[in-house]
């Protein structure tokens, strides 16, 4: 499809549980993006993907969060043990190139309460 | 780590008037794009415009416009005419090979 299919829109778990988050990229785009914007705007990034492989992880507590964009499936995005500060809204995004725009995903809403 | 910079946080303009948004970047590559992205409650986030490093022309789409001067590292976004539905948060980002980052934002009030 032209849009990035993130799922699921909202999602709320008790701190310490699990959160998973979907993102289906746009049909021939190799790169795919997390973010995370808080409610102080800011977009962090978490991690990219180039295909099924890990481009840039930089920006992931490793500790608590994965990722992972296995062929014919939906991207995903892990959180374990979730705690409060991880609410927060969160993007994929694709592009086609290693340079240019991205196409963003309307975001899932994390809230951990 | 590159750095983009937008100075105001928030913007008000009047209908049907012009408002240009600020925006400075850091960066030591010469090959690279610049991008303003439209947030509005909605938390879509929606590409406004891009400028490819590599161009001179400022970009135009519609009533959006950019002003970019490459050697000052500046990319304002103008926005002419301005609607009720321009309201929104605005980011510059920037991209290159290596890297995407986003400015703080700046929140663009529109008055009837």
């Known amino acids: 499809g032209e849009e990035v299919a993130q799922t699921p829109k909202h999602l709320v778990r008790g701190e310490g549980q699990k959160a998973k988050l979907y993102c289906a990229p746009i049909k021939g785009h190799s790169y795919v993006f997390w973010y995370q914007q808080v409610l102080k705007n800011e977009f962090k990034f978490l991690i990219s993907?180039?295909?099924?492989?890990?481009?840039?992880e930089t920006g992931m507590p490793k500790e608590r969060f994965s990722a992972k964009c296995l062929p014919n499936s939906p991207c995903s995005l892990e959180i374990q043990a979730t705690k409060l500060e991880d609410s927060a809204v969160y993007f994929c995004?694709?592009?086609?190139?290693?340079?240019?725009?991205?196409?963003f995903g309307s975001g899932t809403r994390l809230t951990v309460v | 780590a590159q750095t983009v910079t937008q100075s105001q946080p928030e913007m008000s303009v009047q209908e049907a008037e012009t408002v240009t948004l600020s925006c400075t970047y850091d960066t030591s590559e010469s090959d690279y794009y610049l991008f303003w992205y439209k947030q509005p409650p909605s938390r879509q986030m929606i590409l406004v415009i891009r400028q490819e490093a590599y161009k001179q022309q400022n970009a135009t789409e519609n009533r959006f416009s950019v002003n970019f001067q490459k050697a000052a590292k500046s990319f304002s976004l103008k926005i002419s005419d301005s609607q009720l539905g321009d309201a929104a948060m605005y980011f510059c980002a920037y991209r290159s090979r290596d890297d995407m980052r986003f400015g703080a934002g700046t929140r663009l009030t529109v008055k009837p």
């Open positions: 995004a694709s592009s086609p190139a290693q340079t240019g725009g991205y196409t």
């Open positions: 993907f180039q295909n099924e492989n890990v481009f840039d």
